[in-house]
């Protein structure tokens, strides 16, 4: 049943319009599902329940030695207050440690928390960063035993930054409402900038000398904290930001979802194109299209009619495909290595309302669905999900990536079971460590 259901549910909601073909003589219907679907067989390998300690916000990482895999749940209250962390091995489901009292009623988490997973002391196992009532705590992964803390004011999110003024060692990014500060790898204070809100920052080595830029809001600054350029006129505020060198000319472009209508700068901070979003909120860019070597733009619009509208765009800013209805709160993610033996990347639209998560090809077309019955519900006979997140990387080393899905219930994690072709994409391995998954935020672009 479950499968016919969700195609026809899919028909009936998604509307997708190729725009290339506006002007061209109908055509036959084209199908719904992807060629490249005979490569993807979604195969469910572990079910965990979550008991009391479940959330919206999970981070992963190795924890424990020996590159064992850890699920990291956290809780807060209505204050935002951390109430509750939880390691839990992963497929196993046993919990390594947990600091907090769990409580079912502190689940619900509705913007990004500060809490990030990564081997901040360089032991060999991954720990846990987070700020909590006015301390900067990094927990020792493998026990949950406090490592270092210091009094520092409240971020938004927290940032591990690749800059390499340390010697190795990464900096940290406390990025607030209303400022950034990068802490050194002892966590004293190097630089404190003032800037406007937004949500999460991204790095991006824009002059290619081997030192990250760091783009926290709408300025680019220099790794000592400089400025290099502002563009607080792209909008309300950034919601996501994605780069890549789209045309192919050793340049890097960022791509930035302004809670308006999407961007597209140079480097040096020249706008290109605007997109036509009413609300962009999530971005990506990656190559999806097989027939060009240039890169695209996705981004997922909280339109004016509510309904979640997924667009395409060339790297010139012409729309290539836009699909209405995939739900008012979803998201999307790149998939560099679900199918690794394509050179193309997916895209992953996720906590949507009226469908489970979906991997689409660079045409919109369906390439797999990740049913998640913890979510779901039948109201008046349709399917509807309640939120659910998902996160993917490779988390067994053999070049393919999994695909996590979770609520404050359950965790189910999916891999590819199609057979390879044994080629390689080019595409960069997904293991970790993975600074995908070690700056981890709801709001997904470069993410
Ligand atoms: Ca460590
Ligand atoms: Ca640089
Ligand atoms: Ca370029
Ligand atoms: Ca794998």
Known sequence: MWPWRLILTACFFITLTPLYSSHAKPKAKKPTTSILSSHSSAQNI??????????????????AWGNSLFAIF??????????????????EGKVLWQRGTPSRLNFAV?????LQVYDWNQDGSDDVIYHDSGRLVILNGVDGSEQAAIEAEQPYSLYIYGTNQFGGAPGLILHGREFNSLL????????????????????????????????????????????????????IHNDAAAYGDTDNDSSLEI??????????????????????????????????????SNLQVVTMDRDRAQSGILRMYSNKGQLIWKMTNQGNRSMLSRVDNWITDSPTSLLLV?????????????????????????????????????????????????????????????LWIYRN????????????????????????????GVQ
Request: hydrophobic share 35%; proline share 5%; glycine share 8%.
């Open 46 to 63: 572990a079910r965990i329940n979550l008991s009391d300690f479940g959330s919206h916000v999970a981070r992963f990482g190795n924890l």
């Open 74 to 91: 956290t809780q807060i209250n209505k204050e935002r207050a951390i109430t509750c962390v939880t390691a839990l091995s992963v497929p």
């Open 110 to 114: 509705s913007s990004d928390i500060p």
């Open 184 to 235: 050194a790898p002892d966590l004293s204070l190097v630089w404190r900038i003032s800037n406007g809100f937004s949500h999460f920052p991204m790095s991006v080595d824009v002059d290619r000398d081997g030192e990250p830029e760091l783009l926290a809001g709408y300025l680019l600054l220099r790794s000592d904290g400089s400025l290099i350029w502002d563009r607080s006129s792209l909008g």
């Open 255 to 292: 791509a930035i979802a302004t809670s308006g209508k999407a961007a597209l700068l140079t480097s040096s901070g020249e706008i290109l194109w605007r997109g036509e979003e009413f609300h962009a909120q999530h971005i990506a860019v990656g190559a999806f299209q097989s027939k060009t």
């Open 350 to 410: 996720s906590r949507s309302f009226k469908s489970p998560p979906t991997l689409y090809d660079g045409s919109g077309r369906i390439v797999e669905k990740f049913p998640f019955p913890p979510a779901s519900r039948i109201t008046n006979g349709q399917e509807r999900f309640s939120l659910h997140f998902a996160q993917h990387f490779d988390m067994d080393n053999d070049g393919r990536e999994e695909i996590f899905i979770y609520n404050e219930k359950a």
């Open 417 to 444: 079971k199609a057979k390879t072709l044994e080629m390689q994409g080019g595409k960069a391995a997904q293991s970790l460590p993975n600074p995908r998954i070690f700056n981890s935020t709801f709001y997904t």
